[in-house]
């Protein structure tokens, strides 16, 4: 760890850290900030300071070696840290020389100037591993601060407040890669246990209850099962689609080349799956052959997460990549082979406003309200149809506009000229504390236009849908009542889907990968094994969420509903087990293979 200067007492009730920069005017104004905090504070508070010169910038880099310079040799740290602090920002050629002139420091010493160059080296170091990617950056009791600079917003985390509490544990389990698996998981756990509790005829007719709006003699109403999967459900398809827009046009599908291997893989984890489906199951229940074809998102990417560095980042983005072309299949089949008898009139008026929706995106209307308001009438409107009312979610996020990317420098310079208008004015007004209206809108049309609205809707959206929805659809679907007799009831049933899923999900993806590197549509990257994108075909076998939707819409006799339920349990558990004792075993055989080739080389240099 770097060496830190600190004022303040080891056992004050919280310390503060601070990675800044003396040419810095942000740091400068926190600068007054941490003064006015040690004011209130007191010996409760233990204030650290660590460099984090600006990148490129030689004064500041020369301003942090000249304050550990002042401690090597005289021990005035922190009246030089002061001095620098208070100069304003832009330090002029000389005026480091003439600030040692003023303190009458020897600046003579190159042994105390060595000494300086390696604690500010360490410094930026470790500011660069503990993500201080600006200054400055500030860290409370060892956790890094990403709330507002002020004097109130530092204060109430620093003093640990409910809400602070709250919130920062949220983001940290937020964070966390296998979060979103979790949540399902207990969420799922839950719900075998109580619909296998004494509660459980409760628990099952809670799903059942009618829930709707009335309006005179108008009403609609829908069991509470049926909001969930079928209306807010719309929510995590409209996260997919968000997804699959951004991956076919900026991300790892946007070009042919960096998509082939992971739509292929995705194409024969699907055919496959569906051929051993129908070839096992009976006729009559063929109607299920799309459940072992999809892949739980949240379950794969939250194993792959937990086995950490034995995964190489190009299969995470392969297997990512792969799910995503998934998930747009599994759209594709629930709107084609799922839907009700087609309602013409409501059809139309789908069509209307979608077209409504692509006016709005070629005529450059960038707000959300519009197309929130469509969006809940175009879902209306499927629902009334007879389609799958979740679509809403996918045709919204294809016309959810994009933009080209911002010219960040452009609108920089704009939010500096209206903030530093404010500091110019500020003694100018009375009985006002903050920036002034039209100051207000300017800097809310800058923030605006810095993230493209789809992406804005997408990070909006997301934590609903993983932290929200994802669980309450688990909850409601993942009951199953315990029983021998749904196994042995419907052993065809059981057995395609966890044949399909289980044994299909990876073959089919191994054979269709390799197919495509041999015709040479593809290129396999030697970062990962065939041994080890076998076993992320494994993890695809994670049905779970969307084969639950599936199954519930495939099958109407809850018998066949429950078995389907009992076997995605049961190849989702099997799938995840396989995919990680492959993947674990790929990256042991990996390490062998690496040593010996050391070995080798050793003895041929040796020889």
């Not at 005289?74 to 000389?94: N, P, Q, S, Y």
């Not at 005829?201 to 509470?224: K, M």
């Not at 920036?435 to 493209?452: F, K, N, Q, T, V």
């Amino acid at each position: 760890m770097a060496r830190e200067h600190a004022l303040g007492s080891d056992t004050a009730d919280f310390t503060l850290l601070e990675y800044g920069s003396y040419d810095c005017p942000f740091c400068q104004s926190a600068h007054a900030v941490v003064a006015s905090l040690r004011d209130r504070f007191g010996e409760r508070m233990r204030y650290a300071f660590r460099h984090r010169p600006i990148t490129g910038d030689d004064q500041a880099l020369r301003a942090a070696e000249l304050a550990e310079y002042a401690h090597e040799t005289a021990d005035r740290f922190w009246e030089v840290h002061d001095r620098l602090m208070k100069r304003g920002a832009g330090l002029a050629e000389g005026e480091l020389e003439r600030l040692a002139r003023e303190l009458g420091l020897d600046t003579g010493d190159q042994a105390a100037w060595e000494r300086a160059r390696a604690t500010v080296r360490a410094d930026r170091e470790e500011a660069q591993r503990r993500g201080a990617a600006y200054a400055p950056t500030f860290f409370i009791n060892g956790r890094r601060y990403e709330g507002a600079w002020d004097e109130a917003s530092l204060a109430e985390a620093a003093l640990g407040s409910l809400g602070h509490r709250v919130q920062a544990a949220a983001l940290d389990f937020a964070r966390w890669a296998p979060s979103t698996g979790l949540a399902l998981l207990v969420m799922t756990l839950l719900a075998l246990a109580a619909v296998n509790s004494p509660l459980g005829a409760r628990f099952a007719a809670l799903w059942e209850l009618p829930v709707g709006l009335t309006a005179g003699g108008l009403a609609f109403f829908l069991p509470l099962r049926e909001w969930i999967n079928d209306g807010l459900l719309s929510l995590f398809f409209l996260v997919v689609g968000l997804e699959i827009k951004r991956e076919f046009t900026v991300g790892r599908l946007a070009t042919p080349r960096l998509a082939a291997l992971p739509v292929a893989a995705a194409l024969g984890g699907m055919l496959l799956p569906a051929a051993i489906y129908l070839a096992v199951a009976p006729a009559p229940l063929a109607a299920g052959w799309a459940i072992p074809t999809t892949t739980d998102t949240a379950f794969a990417v939250a194993l792959i997460a937990l086995l950490g560095r034995r995964v190489p980042v190009e299969l995470r983005i392969f297997l990512t990549a792969a799910v995503i072309v998934d998930d747009l299949a599994a759209i594709a089949i629930v709107a084609l082979f799922y839907s009700q008898e087609l309602n013409i009139a409501y059809a139309a008026a789908a069509g209307a406003v979608c077209a409504a929706l692509a006016l709005l995106n070629r005529g450059g209307v960038y707000r959300a309200l519009p197309y929130a308001l469509l969006g809940l009438v175009l879902w209306a409107c499927l629902h009334g149809a007879g389609l799958h009312a979740t679509l809403a979610g996918v045709l919204l996020a294809v016309f959810t506009p994009t933009r080209p990317p911002p010219n960040l420098n452009a609108l920089m310079a704009q939010a500096e000229a209206v903030l530093d208008h404010e500091r110019r004015h500020a003694g100018e007004h009375v009985m006002r504390h903050g920036p002034s209206e039209p100051s207000l809108r300017a800097l809310d049309a800058i923030h605006d236009r810095i993230e493209s609205p789809a992406d804005k809707l997408l990070r909006s959206v997301e934590p609903w849908s993983s932290y929200l929805v994802l669980p309450l659809f688990a909850l409601a679907n993942a009951g199953l009542v315990l029983s021998a007799d749904i196994f042995f009831g419907n052993p065809p049933l059981v057995l395609a889907i966890a044949l399909g899923l289980v044994l299909g999900k990876p073959a089919g993806m191994l054979l269709f990968a390799a197919a495509a590197v041999r015709l040479r549509l593809a290129v396999k990257p030697a970062a990962y094994s065939w041994r080890q994108l076998g076993g992320a075909g494994a993890l695809a076998g994670i049905g779970f969420t969307m084969s639950l939707y599936i199954a519930a819409k495939a099958f109407a006799d809850p018998a066949h509903f429950a078995a389907a339920q009992l076997a995605v349990f049961l190849a989702s558990l099997l799938a995840g087990g396989l995919g990680a004792a492959l993947l674990a075993s790929a990256a042991q055989v990996d390490q062998r293979d690496a040593g010996r080739h050391e070995e080798r080389a050793g003895g041929e240099v040796r020889g």
